[in-house]
Antibody, heavy 120, light 107 residues
Framework: QVQLVQSGAEVKKPGASVKVSCKAS????????MHWVRQAPGQGLEYMGIISPRDGSTTYTQNLRGRVSMTRDTSTSTVYMELSSLTSEDTAMYYCARDLDGSGRYFDYWGQGTLVTVSS | DIQMTQSPSSLSASVGDRVTITCRAS??????LNWYQQKPGKAPKFLIYTVSTLQSGVPSRFSGSRSGTDFTLTISNVQPEDSATYYCQQSYSSPLTFGGGTKVEIK
């Protein structure tokens, strides 16, 4: 069965960077795009961007461009999301989510989430 | 960016009721409208895509429809396990955007 298992919670100081991992299993890793979505405490869902595990190509949402980087390791079927220059506004639950059908439009399986807390 | 506006922000229903949630797009998104269900402390769950196609395993009491740029999620015969927050999401253009969510409480 499809599983996306994310790394554990992180606490970071303002200005630091964080790198969250998402290990996929139960399907062909390179056949499906992976998305990242975040959710601030008590708030709605915010789309961050997408990575192709096949060739590593990425597209990021404009308001995070320059601070976010998504990479993958095909040998371990893992995608990574790194966010730099953290502020308190980056405190959120971060989710990886698999693309349904290669269209880049829908998220059919989600990781359990990784809580990132930014605090001095 | 395309703005997605959901209403109401919350509602309360009794078991067996019919619940309707509306999502309005700020511009035409064709039929690229999807719905997710999120329970407290859990990741969102994929319910419906392209307006009305149910994801595998989703109960048939969930349905979706469209009228222009207005989209509706309907839960017929609502059950206690349907207590959750529901989000619409447009996948017509980048960046993909979500509505603000509708919290459904079952009395």
């Amino acid at each position: 069965q499809v599983q996306l298992v994310q790394s554990g919670a992180e606490v970071k100081k303002p200005g630091a960077s964080v790198k969250v991992s998402c290990k996929a299993s139960g399907y062909s890793f390179t056949s499906k795009y992976m998305h990242w979505v975040r959710q601030a405490p008590g708030q709605g869902l915010e789309y961050m961007g997408i990575i192709s595990p096949r060739d590593g190509s990425t597209t990021y949402t404009q308001n995070l461009r320059g601070r976010v980087s998504m990479t993958r390791d095909t040998s371990t079927s893992t995608v990574y999301m790194e966010l730099s220059s953290l502020t308190s506004e980056d405190t959120a639950m971060y989710y990886c989510a698999r693309d349904l059908d290669g269209s880049g439009r829908y998220f059919d399986y989600w990781g359990q989430g990784t809580l990132v807390t930014v605090s001095s | 960016d395309i703005q997605m506006t959901q209403s109401p922000s919350s509602l309360s229903a009794s078991v067996g009721d019919r619940v309707t949630i509306t999502c309005r797009a700020s511009q035409s998104i064709s039929s690229f409208l999807n719905w997710y269900q999120q329970k407290p402390g859990k990741a969102p769950k994929f319910l419906i895509y392209t307006v009305s196609t149910l994801q595998s395993g989703v109960p048939s009491r969930f349905s979706g429809s469209r009228s222009g740029t207005d989209f509706t999620l309907t839960i017929s015969n609502v059950q206690p396990e349907d207590s959750a927050t529901y989000y619409c999401q447009q996948s017509y253009s980048s960046p993909l955007t979500f509505g603000g969510g509708t919290k459904v409480e079952i009395k």
